[in-house]
């Protein structure tokens, strides 16, 4: 019996408005009134998350939600935090330079700064617009070593992005966890940050076990928590290596996916 729903956003509970449906809306109140916990585990900020979890009325202390790809877990209401990893300022350094190599952009969240980047660029502004953030310019060669920073993303047009990931050095594979959110944004954590960690600490912090948990998602960077689900669910919209972890294939994100598999593998089980 499934007892907590893990959600990804973008490309999954969102549709293309970036908008929550009203079937979606709907099959998650009824999973709610069902006693099943409802969990959205994204790469956004909180800040870029609020609204969602307001509307959905996941604001409890007894709510939780995983930001930044899973490096803070805490309780929404009281703001509590269950896990916690970020990089620093010497990381960013690092990887900027090597965006520089590559030929792509950069932009990073600092927990001092907010959302940074090296140069305005078209995919730093969508980022900006998605979360209702400001972006800042900054020289990343200035930023203090031991600065703490959430996450680095290396940002270009996906012909670019895709070539620049072939050509990323060894060494930066085996430091960070580098994974894919969309064809435009490649995300770059610590090594303890990931969907899957996340889903365990709110499943260990709810006393649920793994095999009472159904992730849903659609890209790279929700390969951790389906891998850790006793059921993952693949959007009809998600890419070949996401939909080959899954054990579920739901309808894609612009025909309510995320309602279809919660009514058809949660409410009617």
């Known amino acids: 019996m499934i007892k907590l729903i893990a959600l990804d956003m973008d490309g999954t ?12 809306y709907q ?8 006693g099943i916990k409802i969990v959205l585990a ?20 007894d709510d939780f939600v995983a930001s930044y790809n899973g490096s803070l877990v805490q309780r929404v209401g009281n703001g509590e935090i269950l896990h916690q990893t970020s990089l620093k300022g010497e990381d960013a350094k690092v990887i ?16 001092k700064q907010g959302l940074i980047t ?32 959430i996450k680095v993303m290396m940002v270009a047009d996906p012909t670019d992005l895709t070539s620049a990931i072939k050509k990323l050095p060894v060494h930066l594979k085996e430091k ?10 490649l995300e770059l954590l610590h090594l303890e940050s990931n969907k899957g960690i996340a889903i365990a600490k709110i ?28 059921l993952g669910v693949a959007m009809e919209n ?14 894609s994100n612009i025909d309510d996916g995320v309602a279809f598999a919660i009514e058809e593998k949660v409410l009617q089980v």
């Not at 509970?13 to 979606?24: Q, Y």
């Not at 793994?210 to 998602?217: L, N």
């Open 238 to 251: 998600a890419d070949i290596a996401t939909k080959a972890l899954a054990q579920y294939i739901t309808k």
């Open 96 to 111: 900027f330079e090597i965006s520089q190599q590559l030929g792509v952009f950069i932009h990073a969240f600092s927990v």
């Open 27 to 34: 099959a998650i109140q009824s999973a709610k009134e069902a």
């Open 118 to 149: 090296h140069q305005q660029n078209t995919w730093t502004d969508y980022e900006a617009k998605l979360n209702g953030m400001a972006p800042t310019v900054v020289d990343f060669n200035t930023i203090d070593d031991d600065e703490d920073i």
């Open 203 to 230: 499943s260990e912090a709810l006393n649920i076990n793994a095999e009472q948990v159904m992730c849903v998602g659609d890209a790279e960077n929700d390969h951790a928590m389906l891998e850790f689900a006793g």
């Open 176 to 185: 960070y966890t580098i994974v894919q959110s969309t064809a435009y944004f």
């Open 13 to 24: 509970l969102l549709n293309k408005e970036k908008r929550i449906s009203d079937r979606n």
């Open 42 to 61: 994204s790469g956004r900020p909180l800040q870029g998350l609020q609204s969602h979890l307001e509307h959905l009325g996941l604001t409890g202390n």
